[in-house]
């Protein structure tokens, strides 16, 4: 799968020639960064066996004048901060050079992602910050189920009545959201909301996420679920997210108790082409996923959800769950 700037293939190298110089801070990218883009080039825009060290020097201003529009400049913008976090460690001036392209195209609307980087960069990267953290509660707020925001957003105690209400969804057909919840869950071996203290309004709908948008539960498909997630819906809320996921998966620096922190997913082999076929089919979908009301379309097949919400099938193929019983 592939795609263009907005119908716009001449911006394809501008691009790429962007986030190369972008994550030049004299020493040409790190490995990961410079593995990335040539892994970007190739799975997004078809550009086969890049060199980046062949792409020619561009600054801001002219980066700016040729990414003339809001959506080239959210596309490029989106890019240019999740390859500036896969820089291990962080320094002020990684972040200094890309605020610089940011900048360029478009002030203070380029800034979302941005301020919350800067403020992890400036404490060394490894102390997520408070406003970091304040950021990401706001965020899983906002994104717990709707219909179960007042009732399940937080639980001191295990809550019998809302396993029983998700344990129903076992009595739909395979193929359906509400009956693959359950197993994924089971297949997984995690527990089910309510059944352990915690926030099981947001895991419910995240979950929910998970399976429609294609995205299996490891740490780069955490990553992929966020980059999806912001590709389909770009605000506040989601960059927060975003950087959260990073923050517990790319970072080691911060996760709840029950989560185990990790450093340099993104490295690892075929990891980047799944978090950028994510990208490429939130892009796509018509709808914030996380906003719409998960539990009313429990009944519906998986496939018909992704059809009504342009969104393609996974590549690489999400696995089926298995009916153990």
Known sequence: MTITLDGRDDLTIPLLRAIRFAIDVGDGGTAQQRSMLVDLARIVFDVRDLDPDALAPIEPEEVAVRFDTITVRRRLRMFLVLFMLCRHPLPGEQVARVEAFVDALGGADGELGLVQARAMADAAILEITDDLHRAWDASLDRMTETTLRDEYRNTEQPSPELVARVLALRDLPRGTLGREYVEFYRANGFALPGEKPGIPGF?????????????????HEEIALGAFLL?????????????????????GAYGPSDFEAKIGTLGRPSAMAVVLDAMLRGQQCYVDLLAVDHLAMAHLPIAEIRRRFNIAEPEPPFPPIIDVT
Do not use: S, T
């Open 231 to 251: 590709a389909a819906h770009e605000d506040d809320a989601h960059w927060a997210y975003l950087l959260g996921v990073m923050a517990i998966f790319e970072y």
């Open 203 to 219: 895991f419910l709908g995240h979950d929910m996420c998970h399976l429609i948008a294609g995205c299996g539960p490891q740490a």
